[in-house]
Nanobody, 114 residues
Framework: QVQLVESGGGLVQAGGSLRLSCAAS????????MAWYRQAPGKERELVAS????????YYTTSVKGRFTISRDNAKNTVYLQMNNLKPEDTAIYSCSARSRTYWGQGTQVTVSS
């Protein structure tokens, strides 16, 4: 069984930064691809960024390219999402996922005020 716990969300002004963390526990977590998703009120959940198990291959949705950075520390079983130059449209619940959406965390709220 894999458990994912997100942290680092909060309220920030436009242009500010936040770093989300996803702490994973369970067997073989370091061998899983990981991803961050978000869901804004009234919208479908969307993939924000993903990273392979080595940390060498990453993907970003177009709207966050150049502003967000996904990374992982396999020694700590933790995945990060550094979010810079935040915009009001980034407001959403951010959730991490492991092994191609097999496992999910509970989510953390990110609110960006204008």
């Amino acid at each position: 069984q894999v458990q994912l716990v997100e942290s680092g969300g909060g309220l920030v002004q436009a242009g500010g930064s936040l770093r989300l963390s996803c702490a994973a526990s369970g067997r073989a977590v370091s061998t899983y691809a990981m991803a961050w998703y978000r869901q804004a009120p009234g919208k479908e959940r969307e993939l924000v960024a993903s990273i392979d198990y080595t940390g060498e291959m990453t993907y970003y949705t177009t709207s966050v390219k150049g502003r967000f950075t996904i990374s992982r520390d396999n020694a700590k079983n933790t995945v990060y999402l550094q979010m810079n130059n935040l915009k009001p449209e980034d407001t959403a619940i951010y959730s991490c996922s492991a092994r191609s959406r097999t496992y999910w965390g509970q989510g953390t709220q990110v609110t960006v005020s204008s």
